[in-house]
């Protein structure tokens, strides 16, 4: 249950940080979505560890996750750029967080 609490999480995350752009680029109205997206995040984080995840193998996941779909998401929605760098750079620390999780 702690790993479904944990996806949900990411997904809020992502979603509010998508607002938070939307919202800057203004249409303030995106603002609610950015407050409630980032508490349910936040409190289903807290839920997530409150099963028994580690806090580093929750949080690396957490942090990976929102910067992989993050770059993505802005790629595809707001034409930011997503050079093959940085591709590179996301992989490492997915990979990182990888062997952050194996050493557990």
Do not use: C, N, Q
């Amino acid at each position: 249950m702690g790993w479904v609490l944990l996806s949900i999480a990411i997904v809020l995350e992502v979603g509010a940080t998508i607002s938070l752009k939307l919202a800057t680029d203004g249409k303030k109205l995106w603002y609610a979505a950015v407050a409630v997206g980032y508490i349910s995040a936040f409190s289903l984080l807290a839920g997530a560890l409150s099963f028994g995840l580690p806090i580093g193998v929750a949080y690396g996941v957490w942090a990976a996750s929102g910067v992989a779909l993050t770059a993505v998401l802005g790629r595809l929605l707001f034409k930011d750029p997503l050079t093959w760098m940085m591709g590179g750079g996301i992989a490492l620390i997915i990979g990182g967080v990888f062997l952050v999780e194996l050493g557990h």
